[in-house]
């Protein structure tokens, strides 16, 4: 099979949280288009991954928001720019051409040629920690699930959640939640004690269990139980040392999410405890026309905060803006008055430039 040819691109994000999405807003106000990879199967990162619902203060003009509601307001924000989201594909190779653009790969083969680069990788790829049994990787998408889909029509089938956190009780409770609960919900948990920061989740998953909605397990997984192809539940070790079955028909592992640096620690980038070193004032790398904004980069003050990575992006769109156009004077306009702005936000008529 022969590979696709690369997409060419003046500027690649790497990473689609709220960072990553602010940076191709910023970039798009200065007429510079992006293509976006992210490792997840969804926009969002870290807000959409793991506090989807839970509420976020800090971001300016909005008192409160949801990690759902701040990516669905970024992702319209940017759609006047029309970036292309390469999504569920993580960055396999990076390497600097002779012509000096940067050839970039994904594992799912995916090749860009990018004059600029973007490092919003936030932490690492976040990678559900999973469940090591005999077989269970062939069920996986099909009656084993490391991620929650919110989509999915649970109606008829008892669903089972392995996990005991945070993470395990806010996938238990939208399955409560979704417009298709399942027909039978249980918890399973190697022992009884249940651990959120979110005292409100708690609380209604112990109601939720007190009140039968909710089924608590408590139990180590030693094996799947099979019918041929098919999987019919799980063999514990109860508490007591005894061995137990557990039906089911579908299985989501919820034991937390990794974050992992990947391949960004092999790509010769000077680097402080797995952080990326950038100039503050351009956001630039170790290496020219490679940028790194949001939680992986590391510069003297560094605060991780969205609101920091926000002004990060802003900053480095601009030195962008003067690397890809040095002949030009990269102006400071304003969103409220400037003609040219308008007109890239698809809100007024063309401007001269």
Not at 35 to 57: F, R, S, T
Not at 133 to 146: K, N, T
Not at 297 to 313: D, M, Q, R, V
């Amino acid at each position: 099979m022969i590979p696709a040819a690369p997409i060419e691109t003046d500027a690649l994000v790497i990473g689609a949280g709220p960072v990553g999405l602010w940076q191709v807003f910023q970039l798009g106000l200065q007429d510079i288009r992006a293509q976006v990879i992210d490792a997840l199967p969804h926009a969002g990162g870290q807000p959409a991954e793991l506090y989807p619902d839970k509420p976020i203060y800090d971001i300016p003009g909005l008192p409160v928001c949801s990690g759902r509601e701040l990516v669905d307001r970024l992702l319209l924000q940017v759609k006047p720019f029309q970036p292309r989201l390469h999504l569920d594909q993580s960055v396999s190779a990076l390497a600097r051409e002779a012509d000096g653009r940067w050839a970039v790969r994904t594992g799912a083969g995916q090749g860009f040629l990018a004059r600029l680069v973007f490092i919003a990788a936030g932490v690492g790829a976040f990678q559900p920690k999973r469940l090591k049994l005999d077989g269970i990787d062939a069920l996986e998408g099909l009656q084993v699930h490391h991620r929650f889909d919110a989509t999915r029509d649970w109606r008829g089938q008892h669903v089972v959640v392995h996990g005991g956190d945070a993470l395990a009780i806010d996938w238990a409770l939208r399955l409560l939640d979704s417009a298709q609960p399942p027909a039978g919900l249980s918890l399973l948990h190697r022992r009884e004690v249940l651990q959120s920061d979110d005292e409100a989740a708690l609380a209604r998953m112990r109601d939720a269990i007190a009140s039968g909605r909710v089924r608590l397990v408590v139990g180590q997984p030693l094996g799947l139980d099979l019918q041929g192809a098919h999987l019919r539940g799980l063999q514990l070790l109860d508490p007591q040392g005894q061995n137990q079955a557990l039906a089911l028909d579908q299985l989501i592992v919820a034991l937390g999410l990794s974050p992992r640096l990947g391949p960004i620690a092999d790509w010769g980038l000077a680097m402080e405890r797995k952080q990326l070193v950038v100039n503050p004032e351009s956001f630039e790398t170790s290496e020219a026309g490679l940028y790194a904004v949001g939680d992986i980069n590391t510069y003297p003050g560094k605060k991780k905060l969205i609101l920091c990575g926000f002004h990060e992006a802003t900053l480095a769109a601009f030195a962008a803006a003067a690397r890809l156009r040095p002949e030009e004077r990269v102006p400071l306009q304003y969103t409220t008055t400037s003609p040219r702005l308008h007109h890239l936000l698809g809100v007024a008529p063309k401007a001269e430039r």
